[in-house]
């Protein structure tokens, strides 16, 4: 057994070392293969260097007015309306589904109706009762980020420990501090999870929507490629949502630690 632990220590360093450049390994062997198949046919699948050209036209010449930092800024200025709006809502059904038997009982059936619907599906509908312009966009984008915050947060609620109540009320405790210093704070990761899967949907959903009716956004500079046969320009576009969508995951996970330090996932060796 002492040989086994010491040799589990003596691995762990290696592990790390490996651990921390297979990030660089999978990303090296994504451009290679991206080589290659520009190579098989250079009009379909352009090279990283015809890439980074027409990313770099893109600032000289703005499509729509706009440069690249133009229109991610567009698409996110909808994520972060739309995601703001159902984060406030969305906790407050949440709780109410998880900590009330009675709105349970009205709107919980309700809400299960409405979630497996996909975002996109509403779309048609809602661009013939609004149009085209920003509201229908933000619409939808709030319809994506609302159902994982309602989820997780009534989820949460409902996993409250019994234990930690009955504590509570052992101590003369009200309902509304049940609900607001012990059930609220001990959902919070669960809650944070609901989040940061809606941040990932909205990001989605709002690219699908900008596709449809846009003037502005990575979605819209897609269709523009598309249009046009400009295939660079729809990697360009793929490729910004790519990292966006990381640095947006990566910033909700920073939050979450920061308000919900307690919450630390164990580290697999």
């Known amino acids: 057994m002492k040989k086994t632990a010491a040799y589990d220590q003596k691995r762990r ?13 999978s990303i090296t062997c994504l451009f290679l293969l ?11 699948v352009p090279s990283p260097a015809s890439t980074w050209e027409r990313l770099i036209q893109l600032f000289v010449k703005p499509v729509n007015k706009m440069n690249l930092f133009g229109h991610v800024w567009a698409s996110l200025q909808r994520v972060f309306i739309a995601l703001a709006c159902a984060t406030v809502l969305g906790v407050t059904v949440g709780v109410m589904i998880g900590w009330s038997k009675t709105f349970k009982a009205i709107f919980g059936t309700l809400f299960e109706l409405i979630r497996p619907i996909p975002p996109i599906a509403w779309l048609p509908i809602i661009i013939m009762w609004f149009g085209i312009g920003e509201f229908p966009k933000i619409l939808i984008v709030f319809i994506g980020t609302f159902m994982p ?5 009534y989820t949460g609620i409902r996993l409250v420990m019994p234990l ?10 009200s309902n509304r501090q049940l609900l607001f210093e012990v059930a609220i704070p001990s959902a919070l990761p669960p ?30 500079l ?48």
């Open 13 to 25: 360093p290696i592990k790390k070392i490996l651990n921390s450049l297979l990030p660089f390994v």
């Open 34 to 44: 991206w080589f290659y198949a520009s190579n098989i046919n250079p009009d379909l």
């Open 149 to 153: 915050i309602v989820v997780n947060t």
């Open 164 to 173: 930690h109540l009955d504590v509570a009320r052992m101590f003369n405790a």
């Open 191 to 220: 809650i944070f999870a609901g989040i940061r899967n809606a941040t990932s949907s909205g990001w989605m959903t709002v690219l699908a929507a900008e596709m449809i009716a846009s003037k502005a956004g990575l979605g819209f």
């Open 222 to 269: 897609i269709t523009r490629g598309m249009d046009y046969f400009d295939v660079p320009l729809i990697l360009v576009g793929m490729l910004a949502i790519g990292i966006v969508g990381a640095l947006l995951a990566i910033i909700t996970e920073f939050i979450e630690r920061l308000l919900c330090p307690w919450n630390k996932k164990l580290e697999q060796d």
